[in-house]
């Protein structure tokens, strides 16, 4: 199982309303997510700044394939873009992948 992470930036004033969209996240964007093999998703921050963490059962390669060529995803990054910034990778469409220095198990 490959590990994937991202960072992206909420948008100053923005944290309750970005808290809450992901309390209620559309059920069609869990299945995207799910279809692309991805578990254990968490997001985290720290003031402005959030740091994404998700295990991908066939690799980031295919999730963000999969991702990539989804209208649902389209459609939630649309609806993220005014409480959030993020830099798409404009290759895969996806968050740019961090690259891991340390992993301890």
């Known amino acids: 199982m490959e590990r994937y992470a ?4 909420i948008n100053p004033g923005c944290l309750e ?8 996240i559309w059920p069609e964007m869990l ?8 578990r254990n998703y968490t997001i985290w921050n720290v003031g402005d700044e959030l740091f994404g963490y998700y295990e991908c059962e066939q690799g980031a390669d295919y999730a963000a ?7 649902v995803v389209a459609k939630w990054n649309e609806y993220m ?8 990778d404009p ?3 996806a968050q ?7 992993f301890m198990e």
């Open 65 to 71: 394939k999969v991702q990539a060529k989804s209208p």
């Open 17 to 24: 309303e970005y808290k809450r969209r992901h309390n209620e």
């Open 81 to 88: 873009k005014d409480v959030m910034t993020m830099e798409m």
């Open 91 to 93: 290759v895969t469409g």
């Open 6 to 9: 991202w960072k992206g930036l």
């Open 31 to 38: 299945k995207v997510l799910k279809e692309a093999g991805i």
């Open 96 to 102: 740019p992948k961090l690259q891991q220095v340390f």
